[in-house]
């Protein structure tokens, strides 16, 4: 399966779209199984995440710092520039920038290390990326949406999803790899654990697409002025990802890692987030899994293309 990652992430989305088309009916049941999964999902990404790298991942300032100046700097430049011409639709902005100001953390890791990065360093940072997002993520919606998002966003289901999502995930993790460190037979378990990652994330995809596929309906059109939006973000950060790899003076491997983190978005996590918004903003929540969609597409070519851009 790890040889294969990418045709089977590819197939877990036609899957999903083909289960959401056929079953309509079923797609509150597989909302409500988005949580379970993903919650499970980031439980094994963080088992691979010792408590001991974490803090190691601290004193790697230049690659740290150049993680953070592109996900929580230069993104939020380039979707400034891009908001102005974004559909003139408050549920369709907000899914946008819901998805787009928040990186990824789960196939990113994947994706990096396919095209020759060192995700291991990304891998170690992906906690602290997590929390700065949630922690970031109301203020840059202020920013963008004024005084008036307090009307229409809930701060309970941030709160809830960085409990359920981030705090109990890494707590469990750790609490595993200190009792792993204990036992015999513990590095044995936590390999094995490392193993579902795979049909973790096929699950999730699934789920996700599932989820959200019957919502297509009433909204294909306005979802789908969002696609050249999500193509030249990918585009954009592929070279601005690569200038802060330069600026922060990171090697080949270190600097591909900048430029997979700086592009790919965290759809998965913020999910639940538009998930929860009210009726009239559910479209938000479609506008996500269409970036997710696009994104999957998008990192089979950064597979190819990040390793002719930074190359050896």
């Known amino acids: 399966m790890e040889r294969h990652q990418i045709a089977i992430y590819l197939a877990a989305i036609a899957a999903g779209g083909l289960l959401g088309w056929a079953a309509p009916g079923a797609s509150p049941g597989f909302e409500h199984a988005i949580n379970p999964v993903l919650a499970?999902?980031?439980?094994?990404?963080?088992?691979?995440?010792?408590?001991?790298?974490?803090?190691?991942?601290?004193?790697?300032?230049?690659?740290?710092?150049?993680?953070?100046?592109?996900?929580?700097?230069?993104?939020?430049?380039?979707?400034?520039?891009?908001?102005?011409?974004?559909?003139?639709?408050?549920?369709?902005?907000?899914?946008?920038?819901?998805?787009?100001?928040?990186?990824?953390?789960?196939?990113?890791?994947?994706?990096?290390?396919?095209?020759?990065?060192?995700?291991?360093?990304?891998?170690?940072?992906?906690?602290?990326?997590?929390?700065?997002?949630?922690?970031?993520?109301?203020?840059?919606?202020?920013?963008?949406?004024?005084?008036?998002?307090?009307?229409?966003?809930?701060?309970?289901?941030?709160?809830?999803?960085?409990?359920?999502?981030?705090?109990?995930?890494?707590?469990?993790?750790?609490?595993?790899?200190?009792?792993?460190?204990?036992?015999?037979?513990?590095?044995?378990?936590?390999?094995?654990?490392?193993?579902?990652?795979?049909?973790?994330?096929?699950?999730?995809?699934?789920?996700?697409?599932?989820?959200?596929?019957?919502?297509?309906?009433?909204?294909?059109a306005d979802i789908a002025r969002l696609v050249p939006f999500y193509v030249l973000f990918l585009l954009v950060m592929a070279f601005a990802g690569l200038a802060v790899a330069r600026l922060f003076r990171l090697d080949v491997p270190a600097g591909r890692a900048i430029v997979f983190t700086g592009a790919t978005r965290n759809s998965l996590v913020v999910l639940p987030l538009a998930l929860a918004l009210p009726d009239h903003l559910a479209v938000a929540a479609v506008a996500v899994v269409t970036q997710t969609l696009v994104e999957v597409v998008g990192m089979v070519v950064y597979v190819r293309a990040v390793p002719r851009l930074l190359p050896v």
């Open 40 to 220: 499970a999902l980031l439980f094994v990404t963080f088992l691979q995440v010792p408590a001991a790298e974490l803090v190691r991942s601290l004193r790697a300032g230049r690659f740290l710092g150049a993680a953070l100046a592109v996900n929580f700097l230069v993104v939020p430049l380039v979707v400034a520039a891009m908001f102005p011409v974004l559909p003139d639709d408050q549920a369709l902005r907000l899914g946008v920038l819901l998805v787009l100001l928040c990186p990824c953390v789960d196939y990113v890791i994947v994706f990096s290390g396919l095209a020759g990065a060192r995700n291991q360093q990304l891998l170690a940072a992906t906690p602290l990326l997590l929390v700065a997002q949630m922690l970031l993520l109301p203020l840059f919606l202020l920013a963008f949406l004024g005084s008036g998002l307090a009307d229409v966003v809930d701060a309970g289901p941030f709160l809830e999803a960085f409990t359920f999502l981030i705090v109990v995930p890494l707590a469990l993790a750790w609490t595993v790899q200190a009792w792993a460190a204990r036992r015999p037979r513990g590095q044995a378990v936590m390999a094995v654990a490392g193993t579902t990652m795979v049909p973790l994330m096929v699950a999730t995809l699934v789920t996700v697409v599932a989820s959200q596929v019957p919502k297509l309906d009433d909204n294909l």
